[in-house]
């Protein structure tokens, strides 16, 4: 069995953020490392027919709260974003980029994009902040803004999209363990119990 | 203010019957009552748009596996009812019933007829079922049976109900403390750490 989380998000997710934070510990805790694949909802809301709880009825004013209350409960910084839900399929082209070419960068890259868009008031769609937390990390940011564009990185993103709908992920964040398939932030502790029942 | 918890919670919801086991102990850990609200999530899904997860596409398939995994991961006997969703307007008219008639025994009920549809295989639409269990409990079961066709009862559900969405609750289970509002069995851990918060 590979020891590893398959970690399955969307960069406009808001629990998707809070679980990019905690991911690693979580991972470290049960002995295993992460994978990152930034996905898109898009694709998988048509198939399940849902949309954006922010804009659904009575579940939309709750969740703009829950999301602020979930962030500080867990001491993430967090400030709702002007503009919200947004289109985020260059910030995951970007991050397959380094998963080619800095490997190492990926978690650190996805967690720094989520701070720029849900804490620090910055548009992520803009290819110039993905190419300055790029260059910052130490990576090349021309290089990064020609793979936007790249035919291979389109197509590995769709695969990976594909792949994950047939695995059954539906939703951000997403994690598979094995196969086994937990949905939601709030599945940090089920993981947890059920890593100790696999133990036992 | 008032120490209390309002739990709102459809008898046909998983996650509110695992949230009804633990919501007294809850409850007592941040010093207050449980106010037992049943309702209806028809009439919210209305409003929301929603359905019932275990009818999606997708989701489906992995809400049902993860509420078996959830009972489990907390210790609450559970087997998926063969038929589900159903409807518990007389459940729900059967414990405000009860409200009124025995208010000690609304918590003790609730659990029970949870568990009768949710691990004993029963189902709780049958006026019979309902009827034992308020037997058993000490109550009068033939005067439970004609509660559930009075209009004073079948008001107070309504009532009840829009009262509800008046305040936001949209699904099961829901709680609200000081109308700050909880919605999921998996909100309980965000509530210790809100209380903690607001003690601060």
């Given at each position: 069995?590979?020891k590893t989380i398959d970690f399955y998000y ?9 679980a990019s934070?905690y991911i690693e510990q979580l991972a470290s805790?049960i002995?295993r490392t992460v994978n990152w694949y ?68 990926v978690g650190?890259?996805t967690k ?63 994690m598979?363990i ?23």
């Open positions: 069995m590979s969307d960069y406009s997710s808001p629990y998707g953020y809070l934070m805790d002995g930034p996905v898109l909802l898009g694709p998988m809301f048509k198939i399940t027919g849902s949309r954006p709880p922010a804009n659904t009825a009575l579940k939309g004013k709750y969740s703009v709260h829950d999301f602020a209350r979930s962030a500080e409960l867990f001491d993430v910084p967090y400030q709702h974003p002007a503009e919200f839900p947004i289109a985020t399929v260059a910030a995951a082209r970007a991050t397959i980029f380094l998963r080619h070419k800095h490997p190492e960068l650190e890259f720094q994009t989520y701070a720029q868009f849900f804490a620090h008031g910055k548009d992520i769609r803009d290819v110039a902040v993905l190419a300055a937390l790029a260059k910052d990390l130490g990576a090349d940011p021309e290089e990064m803004q020609q793979a936007l564009a790249d035919q291979k990185i389109k197509d590995e993103l769709k695969q990976d999209i594909d792949q994950a709908i047939d695995r059954g992920v539906f939703g951000s964040p997403f598979l094995d196969n086994e398939a937990f949905w939601g932030f709030d599945r940090f502790e089920h993981i947890r119990r059920w890593v100790k029942k696999q133990n036992k």
